[in-house]
T-cell receptor
Framework: NAGVTQTPKFQVLKTGQSMTLQCAQD?????MSWYRQDPGMGLRLIHY???????DQGEVPNGYNVSRSTTEDFPLRLLSAAPSQTSVYFC?????????????FGDGTRLSIL | LAKTTQPISMDSYEGQEVNITCSHN???????ITWYQQFPSQGPRFIIQ???TKVTNEVASLFIPADRKSSTLSLPRVSLSDTAVYYC????????????FGAGTRLFVKA
């Protein structure tokens, strides 16, 4: 059981480049989310999804797009990378939005924008 | 958006009991309080969850008063490996489904 898998683990981009961070879970979880964590800070919610075909904005959605075409995958897209998006990105999943089941987190993607 | 409030940092010594309190005045009705632990370069890891009164597992205890506006994570007899950031997590009643992390509490355990 792999849990939540994020790829890549590290990435360096130039300002203006686009990129997709991948997230996959094999637990048949309905709820998935993306967070960013800046140095010395807590996690901030970017986008979340309560099921395939359904997404919504979190605290800091600007500059990011998401889609949820399958239960397993929840990619995060940076359309035009900016230095302010340099951060560690975590994907998480949980059973659903109702049961209060805890979230399972991936190991993160460390992204640097030059 | 209302968030949780925790102490920024705490120091302790090996073998001591550590209590970390979190304030969450706007917790959603019927929502649970969940605590996570995060080591450097890793994603957060679930520790314990509760709704009211007291919950205990093999790692920690969680104390929640009747008004549920705060909670206290208790770590018995901490060791050096308990040095980490601890997050209190609740869902706030904003009409949407948003789980908000606070800044967390950095616990440093000394020998």
């Amino acid at each position: 059981n792999a849990g939540v898998t994020q790829t890549p683990k590290f990435q360096v981009l130039k300002t203006g480049q686009s990129m997709t961070l991948q997230c996959a879970q094999d637990m048949n979880h309905e709820y998935m989310s993306w967070y960013r964590q800046d140095p010395g800070m807590g996690l901030r919610l970017i986008h979340y999804s309560v099921g395939a075909g359904i997404t919504d904005q979190g605290e800091v959605p600007n500059g990011y797009n998401v889609s949820r075409s399958t239960t397993e995958d929840f990619p995060l897209r940076l359309l035009s990378a900016a230095p302010s998006q340099t951060s560690v990105y975590f994907c998480a999943s949980s059973k659903d939005r109702v049961s209060n089941q805890p979230q399972h987190f991936g190991d993160g993607t460390r992204l640097s924008i030059l | 958006l209302a968030k949780t409030t925790q102490p920024i940092s705490m120091d302790s010594y090996e073998g001591q009991e550590v209590n970390i309190t979190c304030s969450h005045n706007n917790i959603a009705t019927n929502d649970y309080i969940t605590w996570y632990q995060q080591f450097p370069s890793q994603g957060p890891r679930f520790i314990i969850q509760g709704y009211k009164t007291k919950v205990t597992n093999e790692v920690a205890s969680l104390f929640i008063p009747a008004d549920r506006k705060s909670s206290t994570l208790s770590l018995p007899r901490v060791s050096l490996s308990d040095t980490a950031v601890y997050y209190c997590l609740v869902k706030v009643n904003t009409g949407g489904f948003k789980t908000i992390f606070g800044a967390g509490t950095r616990l440093f355990v000394k020998a």
